[in-house]
């Protein structure tokens, strides 16, 4: 059945760059609209960044705006987040799944993304 599985964290010094990636399984993926979660320490998940079944519409939060891009494979079911000008504030995990939310999701393990000063 369905699988994400995230990777391509590290860590980095601030203003340096990352390439998340999201492998899906599942026949669900090409039809659906994608997230990228974010979750800081001590903090809930937020969205960060969202594509469209087609990768034509992408949309973002004011704090990733103009730094981070959000792109697809549909052929490789592969979501892709190129994280650039990385601040502290970055750090936490970051996670792939349905944008909107689907009731009772699964979450993968997420990939960590530590920032330093």
């Not at 034509?56 to 103009?66: E, F, P």
């Not at 981070?68 to 490789?76: E, G, L, M, Q, V």
């Not at 990385?86 to 960590?112: A, M, R, S």
Request: net charge positive.
């Amino acid at each position: 059945q369905g699988q994400l599985v995230e990777s391509g964290g590290g860590l980095v010094q601030a203003g340096g760059s990352l390439r998340l990636s999201c492998a899906a399984s599942g026949n669900i993926f090409r039809i659906n609209a994608m997230g990228w979660y974010h979750r800081a320490p001590g903090k809930q998940r937020e969205l960060v960044a969202s594509i469209s079944s087609g990768g034509t519409n992408t949309n973002y939060a004011d704090s990733v705006r103009g730094r981070f891009t959000i792109s697809r494979d549909n052929a490789k079911n592969t979501l892709y987040l190129q994280m650039t000008s990385l601040k502290p504030e970055d750090t936490g995990v970051y996670y792939c799944n349905h944008y909107p939310l689907i009731p009772n999701p699964y979450w993968g393990q997420g990939t960590q993304v530590t920032v330093s000063s």
